[in-house]
């Protein structure tokens, strides 16, 4: 009798019987199959396409911390300009609003300001002729203050010298009294609001002797007659 072999090749000589049933007999419970439940042979867990893959991480997560302290650096200095830039920005912006807000309001103070110039011309001319007396000068005073608070500046006196930038010349002539062109004589007063001239002072402006062209002087000298001319006109 042969002695029966203990083992070959595929196996230990014992039969091999594997249950592929899907559902456990004993508890009833459904079986997961074998394929899903082992990896392939080759495949690395976490890998993108295989059962239990996990999504790339961020490339940050791949560098050291020096690497990663860079970054945020870096980002901080980024955010840091943006900020910078925002807020220099801003504070233009509001320098550019107060500054056309300030131009707005001077502009229609001085449009209300020039239509009352003639009013205040009116008063003058009472005062100087001593016609303001009473409530009317009460009133009149209490209009020059409330002009002289929106920042109404009055100018041109008798002797101030000659400045074509607010000064209005109506009528000129030559005289030994003065060194320059000077007003000798104020027509009507200038106004103005701030450094804007609403008005400019309308005078007479004098000028040295000196400065007389000759032609003129010429024809100022008195030219003595003759003999002959007195027969001609006698004739």
């Not at 000068?137 to 009055?154: C, D, H, N, Q």
């Not at 000659?162 to 009528?171: G, K």
Request: no cysteine; glycine share 8%; aromatic share 4%.
């Amino acid at each position: 009798m042969t002695d029966r072999p203990t083992g070959s090749e595929f196996g230990d000589g014992e039969p091999v019987v594997r249950d592929k049933r899907r559902i456990d007999p004993d508890t009833g419970a459904a079986r997961e199959p074998a394929d899903s439940a082992a990896p392939a042979p080759g495949a690395q867990p976490g890998t993108p396409g295989t059962p239990g893959a996990q999504p790339p991480r961020d490339p940050s997560d791949l560098v050291g911390p020096s690497a990663q302290e860079a970054l945020l650096t870096e980002a901080l200095k980024e955010r840091t300009a943006d900020l910078q830039r925002l807020q220099a920005e801003y504070v233009n912006y509001k320098r550019r609003v107060d500054r056309d807000r300030e131009a707005s309001r001077e502009l229609v103070i001085g449009s209300v300001l020039t239509e009352l110039l003639g009013t205040l011309d009116d008063v003058g001319r009472a005062r100087e002729a001593g016609e303001l007396e009473g409530a009317f000068k009460a009133v009149a005073e209490s209009l020059e203050r409330v002009t002289e608070k929106l920042g109404l500046v009055k100018f041109g006196e008798k002797g101030d010298t000659f400045d074509p930038r607010i000064h209005e010349a109506l009528l000129h002539n030559y005289s030994d009294e003065v060194d320059g062109p000077t007003a000798t004589m104020i027509m009507q007063p200038g106004y103005r609001l701030g450094e804007r001239v609403l008005r400019a002072a309308r005078v007479a402006v004098s000028e040295p002797t000196e400065q007389l062209p000759a032609d003129a002087a010429k024809a100022d000298v008195p030219v003595e007659s003759t003999d002959d001319d007195a027969d001609r006109s006698a004739e």
